[in-house]
């Protein structure tokens, strides 16, 4: 968003560190993020259950995301290798990375033979081929699931104004106040009754909406970051320049 110039920082709208990027939304440490994600692995873990899932299986799924969203930067946590296929599922798996399994990317064909087997143990008549597909759409799930907590924490929340600009709002609404009426024609004058107290405890929204109209009876009067930055002109409503 930020490069576009579509807003003027790009914090995150949860835990407010800078710069966010993808790999950010899926492992923000805010608080209330993190809850939301582990319900989210909770929720996952019951499916493979409920999709008889081989045990180790499980534990090498669960453990690696989970260890993955603690410390993307870490290590991996040491896996128990059964046999030559086990290897060669986890190694190709851990070799792939966890941001490319949340992304889809699975280990088909490795994971299919340890279920397949299972399923083969537990007398079963299911398929592990769809079993691998379903795996897939579960992971997208994961990561669609994340993006839409992160997007509400933006647009639901004042989180979207602080990206935009809205200390510097606070900042500009001050001056034009202090200013006052001035060289305004007398129609403005309505916009100075009320106290400036009272205008900066009103919604962003309202706020937004008295600086755009007093701005805009002085454009070109006065030179500031609402002048000349377009991300800020247009999270406004003033005309680019
Ligand atoms: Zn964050």
Redesign the pocket.
Known sequence: MKRRKQRLEDN?P??K?PH?HLL?VLV???SN?GAFRKGEEEEFQIWLQKENIEPNLERFLTLGLQSWIDDPMGREPEYVVHSQKWEKAVTTQVNLGWYAFLCGFVVAKPLIDIQHDHYLELQLKKKAERWAIKLIHKSWNIMYQLWTQRNTALHETDAIHENSGVALLKAAIMREYELGINNLPRVYSQNFTQTLENILEKSVTQQKQWFLVIRSGKEGMILDSFSDEDALRHWIGLTPR
Request: charged share 50%; aromatic share 0%.
């Open positions: 995150c949860r835990c560190e966010e950010h923000c440490k805010d993020t």
